[in-house]
């Protein structure tokens, strides 16, 4: 790559670059237990159908249909209970004309019944369950309250596709099926390092001059939400050497990804430029956003991804929503790579960049479908404070001077 300074580019183009380079990680085979929140690399088969056997989906009494069928609180047909059968028996007791099993519900049916009759359908319900039981209303057709074998999913049948993340309902749809083990990609290993001389340890009292790393802690939580796994967080001062430093620990540690924050700028001290300009491998880059202007991205020849994000902390979250985040899911090969949008109605006026694409932090109302600026600072990118409030960024057109109360927005759901 060319490391000079690069005209302005779009959003488009500069993530367009950004996923060009990025390779699917391999893939591992792991038990269910131990693959929750990776990426299906090959889909999870059933091992047997869902559910398992016909089951009771009441408790109560399964029952041949032919001897209920007329079954009313006027008349009302009496059994007799030959069996008992609660969650997790394998008996299947035979039915004769004129009897019943009591049966509780996930029990397997007996195959001589064709019915379930609920206990409120009786007159003495549980507390008179076993001997006879009298029926006052009929079950409103064959099958009726019978869960039947492979109604959900048949052995052989795709539980979890590839590209989707086993996340609590897909893990425990793999559980229920028996797809055990998975094929799932590895998780990205990453480095976050904040550089700035004028940073403090989180924690560390605030002084003039000195502020608190804010980027390194949101940088580590973002990262751990996309389903990476941190291998290195740290500070540097403004120093080239310092950065070289810490990108060689980081691909010693084994590093898919480096992200920098900080640095990347055309400051008198920009020590990721400092490092990077003029070696080839990380371009600098002007997009046409705001806040996120200035970005760093390339490859190392170990194959590492470094990005170079602006300073400020709104730069920084924005950036990896629109850069960063896309890349770690398409590392780990996931179908869905974007944050979800919807359209909302703001329901308050503000201001735009001329001739940049805003990512302004919102608050959004759901159920009045609106949104609103999450500061009265707009998107100023050292507004920290106000991303505590945000859980959404409204996304604003380039070529949009304004907007006013009840333009439509383009919201990216973040929370």
Same mark, same amino acid.
């Given at each position: 790559?060319?490391?000079?300074?690069?005209?302005?580019?779009?959003?488009?183009?500069?993530?367009?670059?950004?996923?060009?380079?990025?390779?699917?990680?391999?893939?591992?085979?792991?038990?269910?237990?131990?693959?929750?929140?990776?990426?299906?690399?090959?889909?999870?088969?059933?091992?047997?159908?869902?559910?398992?056997?016909?089951?009771?989906?009441?408790?109560?009494?399964?029952?041949?249909?032919?001897?209920?069928?007329?079954?009313?609180?006027?008349?009302?047909?009496?059994?007799?209970?030959?069996?008992?059968?609660?969650?997790?028996?394998?008996?299947?007791?035979?039915?004769?004309?004129?009897?019943?099993?009591?049966?509780?519900?996930?029990?397997?049916?007996?195959?001589?019944?064709?019915?379930?009759?609920?206990?409120?359908?009786?007159?003495?319900? =549980?507390?008179?369950?076993?001997?006879?039981?009298? %029926? +006052?209303? #009929?079950?409103? /057709?064959?099958? !009726?309250?019978?869960? &039947? $074998?492979?109604?959900?999913?048949?052995?052989?049948?795709?539980?979890?596709?590839?590209?989707?993340?086993?996340?609590?309902?897909?893990?425990?749809?793999?559980?229920?099926?028996?797809?055990?083990?998975?094929?799932?990609?590895?998780?990205?290993?990453?480095?976050?390092?904040?550089?700035?001389?004028?940073?403090?340890?989180?924690?560390?009292?605030?002084?003039?001059?000195?502020?608190?790393?804010?980027?390194?802690?949101?940088?580590?939580? =973002?990262?751990?939400?996309?389903?990476?796994?941190? %291998? +290195?967080? #740290?500070?540097? /001062?403004?120093? !080239?050497?310092?950065? &070289? $430093?810490?990108?060689?620990?980081?691909?010693?540690?084994?590093?898919?990804?480096?992200?920098?924050?900080?640095?990347?700028?055309?400051?008198?001290?920009?020590?990721?430029?400092?490092?990077?300009?003029?070696?080839?491998?990380?371009?600098?880059?002007?997009?046409?956003?705001?806040?996120?202007?200035?970005?760093?991205?390339?490859?190392?020849?170990?194959?590492?991804?470094?990005?170079?994000?602006?300073?400020?902390?709104?730069?920084?979250?924005?950036?990896?929503?629109?850069?960063?985040?896309?890349? +770690?899911? #398409?590392?780990?090969?996931?179908?869905?790579?974007?944050?979800?949008?919807?359209?909302?109605?703001?329901?308050?006026?503000?201001?735009?960049?001329?001739?940049?694409?805003?990512?302004?932090?919102?608050?959004?109302?759901?159920?009045?479908?609106?949104?609103?600026?999450?500061?009265?600072?707009?998107?100023?990118?050292?507004?920290?404070?106000?991303?505590?409030?945000?859980?959404?960024?409204?996304?604003?057109?380039?070529?949009?001077?304004?907007?006013?109360?009840?333009?439509?927005?383009?919201?990216?759901?973040?929370?």
């Amino acid at each position: 790559m060319s490391a000079a300074q690069s005209p302005r580019r779009t959003v488009e183009e500069q993530l367009a670059t950004v996923l060009d380079a990025v390779r699917t990680l391999p893939p591992e085979i792991r038990p269910l237990r131990d693959a929750a929140s990776r990426t299906l690399a090959a889909p999870a088969i059933a091992a047997h159908d869902i559910p398992l056997f016909d089951n009771s989906a009441m408790d109560g009494f399964a029952v041949r249909m032919a001897d209920v069928s007329s079954a009313s609180a006027d008349a009302p047909v009496t059994l007799h209970v030959v069996a008992d059968l609660p969650a997790g028996v394998s008996d299947d007791p035979p039915l004769e004309p004129g009897e019943a099993a009591r049966i509780m519900t996930g029990s397997p049916t007996p195959t001589a019944a064709d019915a379930i009759v609920p206990f409120e359908d009786t007159v003495g319900g =549980l507390a008179d369950s076993l001997g006879e039981v009298k %029926v +006052l209303r #009929a079950p409103t /057709a064959s099958g !009726a309250f019978i869960r &039947r $074998s492979g109604a959900d999913l048949r052995a052989g049948d795709p539980v979890v596709l590839a590209g989707e993340r086993l996340g609590p309902f897909q893990l425990s749809a793999a559980v229920a099926a028996g797809a055990d083990p998975v094929s799932v990609t590895r998780a990205p290993r990453v480095a976050v390092v904040s550089t700035g001389s004028e940073l403090l340890a989180p924690g560390d009292p605030a002084t003039r001059g000195r502020i608190p790393d804010s980027n390194g802690p949101l940088l580590e939580l =973002l990262v751990a939400e996309a389903d990476a796994e941190i %291998v +290195l967080v #740290a500070r540097v /001062a403004d120093d !080239a050497e310092a950065v &070289r $430093s810490a990108t060689a620990t980081a691909v010693e540690r084994g590093a898919d990804v480096i992200v920098f924050t900080g640095g990347v700028s055309a400051g008198a001290y920009e020590p990721v430029r400092g490092a990077f300009d003029g070696g080839g491998e990380v371009e600098f880059a002007s997009v046409a956003m705001q806040p996120g202007k200035p970005q760093a991205f390339g490859v190392l020849d170990s194959g590492t991804l470094v990005f170079g994000l602006p300073g400020n902390p709104v730069s920084v979250a924005v950036s990896f929503e629109v850069f960063v985040r896309p890349a +770690l899911l #398409a590392l780990q090969g996931r179908a869905e790579i974007h944050r979800p949008r919807a359209t909302f109605v703001a329901d308050a006026a503000w201001t735009t960049p001329p001739g940049r694409r805003q990512y302004l932090p919102a608050i959004v109302d759901l159920s009045a479908r609106t949104v609103r600026p999450a500061t009265a600072g707009g998107s100023g990118s050292h507004l920290a404070g106000g991303l505590a409030r945000a859980h959404a960024f409204a996304v604003v057109p380039a070529e949009v001077d304004a907007v006013a109360v009840g333009d439509p927005i383009d919201v990216m759901l973040v929370g």
